[in-house]
């Protein structure tokens, strides 16, 4: 008889993205006519990059040559892609650091990183969150280990340090869901607490890019410290467009380390090559050229020029919200606007009212954590006309 993971029985029913996915579908089944605004999942829209296409188009002819071709790669990436990473993303920021290990998306990184640590592990986990942190942790069994750490308007939404101690803690800025950013002051408090305490930070800086102001870290080892204590996810899904190719890194210091239970050192590097070599195969080469040209001249001009315009759309939207009354974060250094739901309903009330009366499709708040009950997320990653149409639908609502 064969016993499932009942672990799983934990979880939601399903995912959040697919439970929006599905009552979106319903909808439109029941009311073709409408033309429905997606602003809900943070993908994006525009088209890749020449620079990124020219470099596929040019990696898929080689692989079509005797000379060219080419089998398994090594697990960890191409050298030529690990190279460009330390050089473009590392050493501009003056971080001396080369430990990196190229995957098919953050998404995945996020959610196997959970395999290389033990089962009695304290984790921290700031509320409302991507989902993926808190859901690998109940796959794998450590639901009764999560400690949330409550990401509050009053407070800006920074997270506090916690208040007990803890061995894990998941951090992501700017921030999935809120849009807002971490300061290099508060971010430094939280490296301190680990390092005091023996912890280890999960730091996902997926959204990075879209950083417009000073003093916000663009990765975490720009903290006096954090070398020693943090692992840091980075995607080029945002930054780059590429939902749909797949490609993103993890970067995992020698020099971080956790514990045996007798108490010996052993490098958090050593354990995921380790599961990296038996459970993955490398990311497809094709792949790793495009990502590698988001590094050159011209990749860089047009990714650069991506990004501006979903701020734009950011900040059409923030303004446009504000303009209607409502009271709005996020949006100048993320492609993530939050605001709060009109005249006290909860996210998902205000997620249907926004989907039958506007129909612009949110994400509601509470599918973030408990944290995230009374806010809605919107995403700039659509049309500057469907963003402009959106706002104009929700003010035409006048709800406020
Ligand atoms: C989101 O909308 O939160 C993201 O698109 C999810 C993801 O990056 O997997």
């Known amino acids: 008889?064969?016993?499932?993971?009942?672990?799983?029985?934990?979880?939601?029913?399903?995912?959040?993205?697919?439970?929006?996915?599905?009552?979106?579908?319903?909808?439109?089944?029941n009311n073709p006519d409408k033309k429905i605004i997606k602003l809900g999942i943070g993908d994006v829209t525009k088209p890749i990059v020449p620079a990124v296409i020219q470099a596929m188009h040019k990696a898929v002819d080689e692989m079509g040559t005797s000379e060219g071709f080419r089998g398994y790669g090594p697990e960890q990436g191409y050298e030529f892609l690990r190279k460009a990473i330390v050089e473009n993303e590392y050493k501009d920021l003056g971080i001396?650091?080369?430990?990196?290990?190229?995957?098919?998306?953050?998404?995945?990184?996020?959610?196997?990183?959970?395999?290389?640590?033990?089962?009695?592990?304290?984790?921290?986990?700031?509320?409302?969150?991507?989902?993926?942190?808190?859901?690998?942790?109940?796959?794998?069994?450590?639901k009764k280990n999560i400690v949330y750490l409550p990401v509050l308007e009053k407070n800006n939404f920074v997270p506090e340090l916690p208040t007990e101690k803890v061995d894990i803690i998941y951090l992501c800025f700017p921030n999935n869901p809120t849009g807002m950013a971490i300061s290099k002051q508060n971010l430094k408090k939280f490296v301190d607490y680990a390092i005091e305490n023996k912890s280890i930070i999960l730091y996902d800086a997926a959204y990075e890019a879209f950083i417009t102001e000073?003093?916000?870290?663009?990765?975490?080892?720009?903290?006096?410290?954090?070398?020693?204590?943090?692992?840091?996810?980075?995607?080029?899904?945002?930054?780059?467009?590429?939902?749909?190719?797949?490609c993103g890194y993890v970067?995992?210091?020698?020099?971080?380390?956790?514990?045996?239970?007798?108490?010996?050192l052993v490098e958090m590097n050593k354990l995921w090559n380790r599961r990296t070599t038996t459970k993955f195969n490398g990311t497809a080469y094709v792949i790793q050229r495009a990502a590698e040209a988001v590094y050159s001249e011209e990749g860089r001009k047009q990714i650069k020029a991506n990004i501006k315009d979903y701020l734009e759309n950011a900040k059409i939207i923030k303004e446009g919200l504000i303009e209607a009354g409502f009271t709005v974060y996020g949006g100048i250094n993320s492609p993530y606007v939050w605001?709060?739901?009109p005249n006290n309903m909860t996210s998902w009330e205000f997620f249907d009212e926004l989907l039958e009366k506007a129909?612009?499709?949110?994400?509601?708040?509470?599918?973030?954590?408990?944290?995230?009950?009374?806010?809605?997320?919107?995403?700039?990653?659509?049309?500057?006309?469907?963003s402009i149409e959106a706002i104009n639908r929700i003010k035409q609502l006048k709800i406020n």
């Open 96 to 142: 001396e650091l080369d430990e990196i290990f190229v995957s098919d998306g953050a998404k995945c990184d996020c959610g196997n990183i959970v395999e290389i640590f033990g089962e009695d592990n304290k984790i921290a986990i700031t509320d409302p969150v991507y989902p993926v942190y808190v859901d690998t942790n109940i796959m794998s069994g450590k």
């Open 214 to 246: 000073e003093n916000i870290p663009h990765s975490i080892y720009e903290i006096e410290g954090a070398k020693e204590v943090a692992i840091e996810f980075k995607s080029y899904s945002k930054t780059a467009g590429f939902t749909g190719l797949r």
């Open 251 to 264: 970067v995992i210091p020698k020099s971080v380390k956790g514990y045996t239970k007798s108490g010996d």
């Open 1 to 29: 008889m064969a016993k499932i993971n009942e672990n799983y029985l934990e979880l939601e029913d399903s995912y959040l993205f697919s439970t929006i996915a599905k009552k979106v579908a319903e909808y439109q089944k």
């Open 339 to 341: 605001l709060k739901t």
């Open 359 to 386: 129909n612009v499709v949110g994400t509601p708040g509470s599918g973030f954590g408990v944290f995230g009950e009374g806010f809605l997320r919107l995403t700039a990653f659509g049309t500057k006309e469907n």
